[in-house]
């Protein structure tokens, strides 16, 4: 019976330390499934390729590192935000991301000179100022940066790393956190012009109204990570 036992324990133990191997193995990687469906990497997850400032041809040089398979904004690094070689129009893009204690950090889409474009906000909520700014918590995480308040029954874990979904369709984009779906809205009409008109970036007509734009990674001097950057052009 204690053979029995102890085979069987060990039995579980080399099935967890596969599974767990699995699961390591598994980042920055494509399942057959999501190639089979026409997923793509954005990130390979050794190098920087496919990446660059968002003020040159090169990649930033400093405020940015590649370490055990994780793509880290460095705390005070000053790198400048990072933006894909490649433009796109409609598409389904996935990031895993954590932040840090008090970090500021988003997805932007739709990029147009200078780094304006919409962002998927990314916040520690509860110990980040800007979580106060704007109207109505829209600068909080998972919302149309200062345009649209993401729900506020967002499902999100600190001590994780967590997925932000961006869904564009045309002038319909959709932003998800864990699979819920926190913000939806349509450009390009009379109310996204008035939603543009009372923020911040009133001041750019064209805000948001590109057909497509570079995504982008922004660097807001606070430590955050980011892994298994994929899209799927539709």
């Known amino acids: ?26 980042d920055n990687k494509l399942s057959k499934k999501e190639k089979s469906e026409g997923w793509k990497l954005l990130w390979d997850g050794v190098t920087t390729k496919g990446w660059k400032s968002g003020n040159s041809e090169s990649f930033p ?28 129009e409609n598409f389904i893009l996935k990031v895993d991301f ?7 950090s988003g997805i932007k889409y739709f990029i147009n000179r200078g780094g304006i474009g919409c962002e998927y906000q990314i916040l520690d909520d509860q110990q980040h100022p800007d ?22 029954d967002k499902p999100f874990n600190k001590e994780q790393f967590n997925t932000a979904m961006i869904v564009v369709k045309g002038n319909h984009v959709e ?8 913000v939806e809205y349509e450009r390009n009409n009379q109310m996204w012009k008035a939603l ?6 009133k001041g750019y007509a064209d ?8 995504i ?19």
């Open 175 to 182: 932003h998800w956190l864990n699979n819920i779906k926190v």
């Open 131 to 152: 979580a106060k700014g704007g109207v109505a918590g829209n600068r909080t995480l998972g919302s149309l940066y200062d345009l649209i308040t993401a729900s506020p």
């Open 61 to 88: 040089t400093k405020g940015w590192s590649v370490d055990g398979g994780l793509l880290k904004v460095l705390k005070n690094g000053k790198g400048g935000d990072i933006i894909t070689d490649r433009k796109y």
């Open 216 to 234: 982008l990674l922004q660097e807001h001097g606070d430590e955050v990570w980011f892994k298994n950057i994929k899209i799927l052009v539709l």
């Open 1 to 26: 019976m204690k053979k029995s036992l102890l085979i069987l324990a060990i039995t579980l133990l080399f099935v967890w330390e596969a599974s767990a191997q699995e699961k390591v193995e598994a």
């Open 98 to 104: 954590k932040i840090t204690d008090g970090a500021n």
């Open 207 to 214: 805000f948001g109204a590109a057909a497509q734009g570079n």
């Open 196 to 201: 543009v008109h009372y923020s911040k970036y």
